[in-house]
């Protein structure tokens, strides 16, 4: 899988439909993923690589079979468990909004969040939003 640049990712970001954009900087979009990691007991790193992997997946940057592979390969999950988190992110993250479905593909690699923590995340998100804003 390709690694994206900040700014391809900053681009990805600005071009998502504001309902999701907002709900990915959402206390609410942590809370579900947080519902997801309980309910398969991922530990505290589990719980923030799984959050790296659905922003990944909820912004395009990874399409339904590279985000299966992360979790077979990288969190260790059984394929019952795959399919049981692929279900629970389309119903809790991707059902959000009318036009969320409807989303093109957009792009690649948030800051590592099981590296960098929720705190340099959201404050990568916001540089993203003051940025383009400012266009």
């Known amino acids: 899988m390709t690694k994206l640049t900040q ?78 988190i692929m279900n629970d992110v389309e119903k809790e993250i991707l059902s959000v909004g009318s036009n969320v479905s409807a989303t093109k593909t957009i792009v690649n690699t948030i800051p590592s969040i099981a590296q960098s923590g929720i705190g340099k995340w959201r404050a990568a998100m916001m540089n993203a939003t003051n940025e383009t804003a400012k266009k």
Not at 30 to 50: C, P, V, W
């Open 7 to 84: 700014e391809e990712i900053d681009k990805m970001y600005a071009a998502l439909p504001k309902q999701m954009y907002d709900f990915i900087l959402s206390d609410d979009f942590i809370a579900k993923i947080h519902k997801i990691a309980e309910k398969n007991e991922f530990d505290e790193e589990e719980f923030f690589t799984l959050i790296d992997f659905v922003n990944l997946f909820a912004i395009g940057a990874r399409d339904k079979t590279q985000f299966k592979e992360m979790l077979t390969n990288e969190l260790f999950c059984a394929p019952e468990e795959v399919s049981s």
